[in-house]
Every structure is written in structure tokens, then in C-alpha cells.
């Protein structure tokens, strides 16, 4: 039993998150979180061995290295009175003991399967959406999933998942594809539009293949965007992607400066200080809708800055090693350009139960891992 959680702990741990963006299935997502998390600390706590062969294993040394800064934060930052930033402490720390021991144990699945089971379950939960909710293009769409934002993060993944596995295509591919293309512009998510054209880029790079996509994508938009609906590319027409973020920037920015060295705190990862926000703005100004700004919010400057260095350093590795592969490693690599670049407009690669944030480290393991594998154990 023991066995078959370290193998598909980083799946349940995924998976998870979909129950959380739920409504009906919060509950039971959240009591499988504080239970994986608690099965984890067991594990490690009598199993040594683990840690000395997976946790210091050197592919996973950049989230150990992460792990060290957040526990010399919260030692000089914290006390044990803080519950909340001690539970971010742990629950951080034995996510990434799940991630590393999953691909460890389990690669060969992950490598392999593990993106048809993500398409799959979000193709089920799509379908469930539209017998639940069939009005796909009346206002901004999302399903069962109670933020539309979130459900273009599944829809564009589960299409850039089958875009990028193959060469060429059953029907069923272009059907699914089609169907998550439109899921994703129903939901108004601009994002959405960015994340489509980034999979084109990742495929196709600058060829003459494409331009002609990019024209005709072009000639799309403008007669979409003609048609009074509330789609991703109505909404980028008209407001353009950070059209409603800057005011979030600049608080956000405003919230860093008041605490530039000490930050927040662990438990401050997607926080804006709203005693800095005047009170015909409290409504509007909710978090700063930027990854690389929480973490600054959240550790200050100096160990921030740390945190975005190791970040920083690790994906540019992994992209100059994987940016010619036609593998399935390509999609990991999409994952992670993706996030960084959401990261801009969203809240990603900070917080604990969010889809798109838990791919990205587990991709940039994932490939830490692969890479490693390919230039020593070949």
C-alpha cells in the first residue's frame, strides 16, 4: 500500500486539485489532502532511506534547495505560534517529497501514461460540465469548476497534451482538440489564447507552418471578436491581457515595499496588504495576479530573490536542453513555459493546491530528472 503511494502520490496529489476546484467536492478534496499530507510525513519519518537516496538525490537538488530557504525563513521570520505558515512549511516540503519520490519510482508511467490520464479525467469532468451547465456561450463559461479562469487552465493542457504527443492525428484527436479549443474560449480566460499560441510555438518554433497559423488565427479573432459573446478572444480584444492587472501590479508592488526585506510571511503567497488599497478599491483589488510578485510579497526581497534565482536557473536548463525534442518531454516543457509566462497575469508557482502550479514543479522535476538521465545513465 505504502509502495503504491510513493509510486502515484504526485497523481493523487494532482488529481486532488481538481476536487478542490469543485463546489460539491471541496470537502472530500480537502480530507484527501490532510491525508495524503500526513501518510507522507509518516513514510518519511520511518524511512530514512528515502530521503538519503531520493530527497538528496542530485536532478531533485534545486527543491531541496528551496525547501532549506524556506525553512531559514520561517526560523528567522516565524515562530511555532504561526500555525498557518507552519502548515505552508510542511505541506510545501512534503510536496516536493512527493513529487521527487513519484518520478524517482515511478518514471516510466509518468513519462508515458500519465498525460493520457490528465487528459482523460479533464475530458470527464469537461463533459460533465456541459450536461450540467450546456450554456457554453453564455457568459463566461466554467462548467462545474466554480472559477472559469481554472477550467481554461485544464481545457488548454489537455489540448496542448494531445497537440504535442503526436505527429499526426485519429479523429478522435481532432475532436477532443477542437472540443478542448472551444471549452477554453468559452470560459473568457485571455490566458487561454496565450496558452494555445504558446503550444504552436513549442511544436512548430518560427516556421513558415507557423506564420500561416498565426494569420489565420489572426483572421479568426477578428470575426469572433465581431460577434457580441464573452469568450477568451472577446475579451482580449477589448481589454487586452493585463487591461485589469495593473492596478493589482501596483498594489501588489506598494504591499512588497512596505516589508522589502522581511516579506509577509509563508502563509502571504497570494496576499495584498488591503490597508494599503483605498476603499472604493477593496472590491476590485483582490491579489496581485502575479506569481513573480506573491513570492517577493511573500519572502521579501532577499530570499524572494533567492526562491526566482533557483526557479529561474533550473527552467533555463531544462529549456536549453529539451528545446529540440520531440518526445514527450516537450509537453513537460510546454507546462513549465506556460506557467512562467501565466505567472505574469496569474498567480502560479507559489501556493500549495493549484493544477497548473503543482504541473509546473512536477515538470521541471520531471525534466531535471529525464535530463540527468539522459547525460549520465545512458
Do not use: C
Not at 479523429?171 to 471549452?183: A, H, K, S, V
Not at 526581497?301 to 514527450?328: H, Y
Amino acid at each position: 500500500m505504502i509502495k503504491l503511494f510513493i509510486k502515484y502520490g504526485i497523481v493523487i496529489f494532482l488529481f486532488n486539485t481538481i476536487l478542490l476546484s469543485i463546489k460539491s467536492t471541496f470537502f472530500l478534496g480537502n480530507i484527501l489532502f490532510l491525508f495524503l499530507m500526513v501518510i507522507f510525513l509518516i513514510v518519511l519519518m520511518i524511512n530514512t532511506r528515502l530521503i538519503k537516496d531520493v530527497i538528496f538525490y542530485k536532478p531533485f537538488s534545486f527543491l531541496l534547495i528551496l525547501n532549506v530557504i524556506n525553512v531559514l525563513y520561517f526560523l528567522l521570520f516565524h515562530s511555532l505560534n504561526d500555525l498557518e505558515a507552519l502548515k505552508y512549511l510542511f505541506a510545501r516540503g512534503i510536496q516536493f517529497s512527493i513529487i521527487s519520490l513519484s518520478i524517482y519510482h515511478n518514471f516510466e508511467y509518468l513519462r508515458k501514461k500519465f498525460l493520457d490520464h490528465i487528459v482523460s479525467i479533464v475530458f470527464f469532468i469537461s463533459i460533465l460540465g456541459v450536461l450540467v451547465n450546456p450554456s457554453i456561450f453564455t457568459g463566461r463559461y466554467s462548467g462545474i469548476i466554480w472559477n472559469p479562469n481554472m477550467l481554461a487552465s485544464f481545457a488548454v493542457i489537455a489540448f496542448s497534451i494531445l497537440f504535442l504527443k503526436k505527429e499526426s492525428y485519429s479523429n478522435y484527436d481532432i475532436f477532443l482538440m477542437l472540443f478542448f479549443f472551444l471549452i477554453s474560449i468559452a470560459t473568457g480566460s485571455r490566458g487561454a489564447l496565450v496558452g494555445i499560441a504558446l503550444a504552436f510555438l513549442v511544436r512548430y518554433g518560427f516556421a513558415k507552418r507557423n506564420l500561416i497559423y498565426a494569420v489565420l488565427t489572426i483572421g479568426g479573432i477578428l470575426v469572433i471578436s465581431s460577434i457580441n459573446l464573452d469568450t477568451s478572444i472577446n475579451r482580449f480584444a477589448e481589454q487586452s491581457l493585463f487591461n485589469d492587472r495593473l492596478l493589482q501590479y501596483e498594489y501588489a508592488w506598494q504591499t512588497i515595499k512596505s516589508k522589502l526585506f522581511s516579506g509577509n510571511g509563508l502563509d502571504k503567497y497570494a496576499y495584498i496588504d488591503k490597508s494599503l488599497v483605498p476603499i472604493y478599491l477593496k472590491g476590485l483589488i483582490i491579489s496581485s495576479h502575479n506569481g513573480y510578485l506573491a513570492i517577493l510579497t511573500q519572502y521579501g526581497l532577499v530570499f524572494g530573490g533567492a526562491v526566482l534565482l533557483v526557479i529561474i536557473n533550473k527552467s533555463i536548463q531544462v529549456v536549453s536542453f529539451f528545446k529540440d525534442t520531440s518526445e514527450n518531454e516537450r509537453i513537460y516543457l510546454f507546462i513549465v513555459i506556460y506557467a512562467l509566462f501565466a505567472s505574469i497575469y496569474e498567480t502560479l508557482i507559489t501556493g500549495i493546491n493549484e493544477f497548473h502550479t503543482i504541473l509546473f514543479w512536477f515538470s521541471l522535476a520531471f525534466l531535471s530528472y529525464s535530463k540527468y538521465k539522459m547525460q549520465y545513465e545512458s
